[in-house]
């Protein structure tokens, strides 16, 4: 087995992953990515309708203040790399950007495609070496800094960048390696919950609708067995209708429905004219 050393690992070729490899490789370090697909971006392809937002026209307070109070965390992250840092990281990169009514910024294509060829673009630019098809196993200390084991390889890093994402959409890659991970080193794991779900529909005329954000969609959680008039806590929200692998169409609600969904199990999408009984997974 080839056993290489590094000055840094990052490990998930996702948003943070590339832009944490470009940023190190930029700083000088030899940089190696990893990632277990056979692409790097899949989230990057999916989000935003494919369309990609890339952040949001605010300024770095609008962004903490709409996480709500754990937002504080984010505060470090963006004093380092602002709203308008990203805007012009990507407009450099020949990405040009829109502002749309929402506030949400997209790029002026309307593809996600040309948001991941851009950190594609600077990241071999920048020096970092990417390694597709090729997932961390295991980790490890070693008596400077840490061991990694691929399939391929063992490998050694002076310092590890766990850019791994969460636990949602397994399909992407993306399996909850990292919990185990930062666990193994000490460090403290909120349980993970679901932040974005899907709603799955049957009703045949959506598919008419794939593609549709509809603005303003308020999700309501019900008993079982409940009528619509119980009061029972709800969000508002834009909600994306798009199909999911299995064709089936799904109404994606963006709202912010994971604290319904501790709360209850059977759950329906309500809009002002529509009504749907719907069933909850993880996004
Ligand atoms: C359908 C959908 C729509 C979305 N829409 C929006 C939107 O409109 N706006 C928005 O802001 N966000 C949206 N998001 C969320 C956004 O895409 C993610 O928050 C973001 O892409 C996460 O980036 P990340 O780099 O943290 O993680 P990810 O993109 O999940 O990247 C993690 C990477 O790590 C890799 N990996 C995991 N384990 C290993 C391992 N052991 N070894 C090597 N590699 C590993 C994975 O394969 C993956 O490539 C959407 C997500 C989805 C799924």
Not at 192 to 203: F, S, Y
């Amino acid at each position: 087995m080839l056993e290489t050393s590094w000055d840094a690992i990052v490990i998930g070729a996702g948003a943070a992953g590339l832009m944490a490899a470009i940023r190190a490789a930029e700083r000088g370090r030899r940089t190696l990515l990893l990632e277990k697909n056979r692409r790097s971006g899949v989230k990057i392809l999916m989000s935003g309708g494919t369309r990609c937002n890339l952040t949001h026209a605010t300024d770095n307070r609008g962004i903490v203040e709409a996480f709500g109070p754990p937002g504080r965390f984010l505060h470090s992250a963006l004093a380092r790399l602002s709203v308008q840092d990203t805007i012009d990281f990507f407009e450099a990169e020949g990405v040009a950007t829109k502002v749309e009514e929402t506030g949400k910024i997209f790029p002026v294509s309307n593809k996600a495609a040309d948001v991941l060829d851009a950190l594609l673009a600077r990241l071999h630019r920048s020096g970092a070496v990417l390694a597709l098809a090729e997932p961390v196993r295991e980790m490890s200390k070693a008596e400077q800094g840490l061991c990694i084991v691929t399939p391929l390889r063992n490998l050694h890093a002076a310092h590890v960048i766990l850019t791994t994402g969460g636990k949602s959409y397994p399909g992407s890659g993306t399996t909850g390696d990292g919990y185990g991970f930062a666990a193994q080193f000490g460090h403290t794991i909120v349980t993970p919950r679901p932040a974005l779900a899907p709603i799955t529909v049957t009703v045949p005329w959506i598919k008419d609708l794939m593609g549709v954000t509809l603005p303003q969609v308020v999700v309501r959680v019900l008993e079982a067995g409940s009528s619509a008039a119980t009061r029972t806590p709800s969000r508002c929200g834009s909600a994306l209708i798009c199909s999911q692998r299995s064709r089936t169409p799904s109404w994606r609600n963006t709202c912010g429905t994971s604290r319904l969904l501790r709360a209850r199990s059977n759950w329906q999408a309500c809009s002002q004219r529509t009504c749907l009984g719907a069933s909850a997974t993880q996004s």
